[in-house]
């Protein structure tokens, strides 16, 4: 299979709950960005994190394996900073093949049942 | 009518839960692609399954005919083998003819309230 | 301002609910195509609706004035013939100026609180 | 970073609710747009609203410091006039710079809980 997407993938809600309700991890209301690598490579990807009132933290770097999807979740990202909580954000994932992110928020009421998900914007 | 679309859609997020309330069908929660084939041709439809974990499973064939609108469930798929529940996923949907694929979450407390809805990235 | 937007919008995923909870209209749960118009003249739409198993219907002839926004309901098309309540369908619109389209799915448990949206597919 | 993203970005689906329930303003249901400038510029963005039954209003001003997120409330734009609730709206983002926009619906019921979100229309 062709290696599809895009190297540059932007998400520009986020935002990480300073509560949650039910058992850990699987009720912990999170933000997830769904990476798929189709290609033959590992596809290395650096995330930096914007806010709105101070300097840019990151980059945060993931891997995913080649022909590997990753539900990666924002609150699990720890280096070079955890990623603060009740602060809204930001997020750029640039990626050294192409890669395809879909954002999506899960909902701490239910186990995996996501509350929202969008197509990030990719350039 | 034109053949609207492309032919490669990637949608990056899927899971299928474990468990459901409600009689079934209707009331099982499910990921659905919505596949519109608006051409004056079958679209003969290649769906590959990415995990975390493993191999990419498939393709599973799936045709929709000639101006007509397929909502296909994954939960539905099962040659080569059915999705596991309770697994991450990604899907790549490779057509012979152009098609418009949007991927829809239904929850399981209600019948046919969609929870999450999101145009799939093309190429 | 300039005349944003495509003259080709696809909504692949469709569903009028059998029943709804409440007083109508407000309460109703229905499908919405928001449609923008940013041009100075009028934009001639016409919609077409596919279904899994029947032709298409329509078209459906709406008008969005210059400088407007129509928040148009799937279940307000009437003519050539209504659109048929809990059955999947995928709509595309055609319009004779460029526009911008956004598919939402109201709630009927509360008032014009939207369950779903996506920005449309277009070309 | 290079300034990622587009210049123009539409919202075609937008409305405020009349009434909310719990304490402002977390608790408010709100229409968000979440505005992120890569750039090392600032991001002069003039927003205007298009209504379905009397002309636009704006522009309203909104500046965006350079690599930094802003997650904009519709009912914080006040000049030159608030923008009505309980009515249909569509919205129109030009800015100085490229930026990235997402289009979130906040719930009253939760605090912080987005109902629906989307990635906005480009160009």
């Given at each position: 299979m062709k290696a599809y997407g895009k190297k540059v993938w932007v998400i520009a809600e986020g935002y990480i709950p300073e509560y949650g309700t039910g058992p850990e991890p699987e009720f912990t209301s999170h933000e997830t960005a769904c990476i798929l690598n189709t290609s033959e490579e590992k596809a290395e990807v650096e995330i930096t994190i914007f806010f709105s009132d101070r300097d840019p933290a990151g980059p945060y770097k993931v891997t995913v394996e080649p022909k590997r999807t990753k539900h990666l979740?924002?609150?699990?990202?720890?280096?070079?900073e955890p990623v603060p909580k009740g602060t809204d954000y930001s997020s750029v994932l640039e990626s050294s093949v192409p890669i395809i992110v879909q954002h999506t928020r899960l909902d701490s009421r239910q186990a995996e049942n996501a509350l929202l998900s969008t197509i990030a914007y990719s350039e």
């Open positions: 979740r924002f609150n699990e990202l720890k280096d070079p």
